[in-house]
C-alpha cells in the first residue's frame, strides 16, 4: 500500500463470546465440562478398544482413528476459548492462529475421508460378510486408516502455508470462536483470491465426494439388509450402522449449514453457534453414541467396571 502507514499486526486477540461476559463463569463451566468429558468418552473408547480383545476388529478400529480426530479438534480449539471466555479475549500469535486453522482444516478433512472409510467397512461386512475378512486384510486396513490423514494434512498444506504469507494490517480482532480461514481474510490486507479459489476448488470434491461415497455405499446396505430373511439379522445388521449414520449426519449437517448455505443475513452470533456444533459439540456426540447405541462398546464398558 504506497503511501499510506500500515502498523502491521504481529498477533491476535481471540474474542470468543466477547459479547456475552456477563455470562463468562457460566461459559466456561459449560465448556470446560464439555472439553473434559470430550476427552474422556474418547479416550476411554480408545482404551476399550485397545484392551477388550472382542473389540479387535476394522470396525472399532475406524472408530479409536474417529475418537482420535476428536481429541484433536478439542484440544485445538477449546482451550483457546476457554482463554477467551475467561479474559475477554485471548492473545494468539500468528503463527499459532495459522497453526489452529491448519489443524482445524486437517481434522475436518481427516473426518470427511474417515466417514467413508468406515462406511465401506460396513459395506464389506454386511453386503459381502464371506469375503469380509480376506478383503478387508492387514494391508488394507492400514492403507485406509492411513489415507485420511495423509489426505487432510497434506492437501490443506498448500492452503495454510499461503494464509501464512497474508500481511495483517486491518486490525487484530478475531471476533471468532477459532482462527478459521474467514475472519482470517477479513483482517488480511493481503490479495487472498488465490487462496479462496484454491479452497473452493479442493473442497467441492473434498466434501461432496466422501458424502455421495457414503450414500451409495448405503443405498446397498440398506436393499441388503432389506433382502435378509431373518429379522434378527435385520435388527443386528441395522444396528451395527445406525450409530455410524448419526455420527455421519450431525458432521455433515453442520458442515452444509456452514460451508455450503448462503452465508447472507446469517448473523455473526449464527456463524459462532455452527462453528460451536462442529469444533465442541460434534466430538462430545461421537463418543455419546457409540457408547449409548454400540452393544459391545456397553458390554466392553461393563466387564471394565467390574474388574
Known amino acids: 500500500m504506497p503511501g499510506k502507514n500500515v502498523s502491521v499486526?504481529?498477533?491476535?486477540?481471540?474474542?470468543?463470546?466477547?459479547?456475552?461476559?456477563?455470562?463468562?463463569i457460566v461459559l466456561f463451566i459449560v465448556f470446560l465440562s464439555i472439553f473434559l468429558f470430550t476427552l474422556t468418552g474418547n479416550l476411554l473408547i480408545i482404551l476399550l478398544v485397545s484392551i477388550s480383545h472382542h473389540l479387535h476388529s476394522p470396525m472399532y478400529f475406524f472408530l479409536c482413528h474417529l475418537s482420535l480426530t476428536d481429541i484433536v479438534l478439542s484440544t485445538n480449539t477449546l482451550p483457546n476459548l476457554l482463554g477467551a471466555i475467561l479474559n475477554g479475549g485471548k492473545r494468539i500469535t500468528i503463527i499459532g492462529c495459522i497453526t489452529q486453522f491448519y489443524f482445524f482444516s486437517g481434522i475436518t478433512i481427516t473426518e470427511c475421508f474417515l466417514l467413508a472409510v468406515m462406511s465401506y467397512d460396513r459395506y464389506l461386512a454386511i453386503c459381502v460378510p464371506l469375503r469380509y475378512i480376506s478383503i478387508m486384510d492387514f494391508i488394507l486396513l492400514t492403507c485406509l486408516s492411513a489415507l485420511p490423514w495423509m489426505v487432510g494434512f497434506i492437501l490443506n498444506l498448500v492452503a495454510a502455508t499461503?494464509?501464512?504469507?497474508?500481511?495483517?494490517?486491518d486490525g487484530n480482532i478475531v471476533d471468532h470462536i477459532f482462527c478459521d480461514l474467514s475472519p482470517l481474510q477479513k483482517l488480511s490486507c493481503s490479495d487472498s483470491s488465490l487462496v479462496e479459489f484454491l479452497v473452493f476448488v479442493c473442497s467441492t470434491p473434498v466434501f461432496i465426494c466422501p458424502c455421495g461415497f457414503i450414500v451409495v455405499t448405503y443405498i446397498y446396505i440398506f436393499l441388503t439388509i432389506l433382502?435378509?430373511?431373518?429379522?434378527?439379522?435385520?435388527?443386528?445388521?441395522?444396528s451395527t450402522c445406525s450409530s455410524h449414520l448419526l455420527v455421519v449426519g450431525?458432521?455433515?449437517?453442520?458442515?452444509?449449514?456452514?460451508?455450503?448455505?448462503?452465508?447472507?443475513?446469517?448473523?455473526?452470533?449464527?456463524?459462532?453457534?455452527?462453528?460451536?456444533?462442529?469444533?465442541?459439540?460434534?466430538p462430545l456426540f461421537n463418543p455419546?453414541?457409540?457408547?449409548?447405541?454400540?452393544?459391545?462398546?456397553?458390554i466392553a464398558l461393563r466387564k471394565i467396571s467390574e474388574r
Open 288 to 298: 455419546l453414541v457409540y457408547s449409548l447405541r454400540n452393544q459391545d462398546i456397553r
Open 227 to 238: 433382502r435378509m430373511p431373518s429379522t434378527v439379522g435385520r435388527q443386528k445388521a441395522f
Open 9 to 24: 499486526v504481529t498477533e491476535f486477540i481471540l474474542l470468543g463470546f466477547g459479547d456475552l461476559h456477563s455470562f463468562k
Open 162 to 169: 499461503l494464509v501464512a504469507k497474508f500481511q495483517f494490517c
Open 250 to 282: 450431525a458432521f455433515y449437517g453442520t458442515l452444509i449449514t456452514k460451508y455450503m448455505i448462503p452465508s447472507i443475513g446469517h448473523s455473526l452470533l449464527f456463524n459462532k453457534i455452527i462453528s460451536l456444533l462442529s469444533t465442541v459439540f460434534t
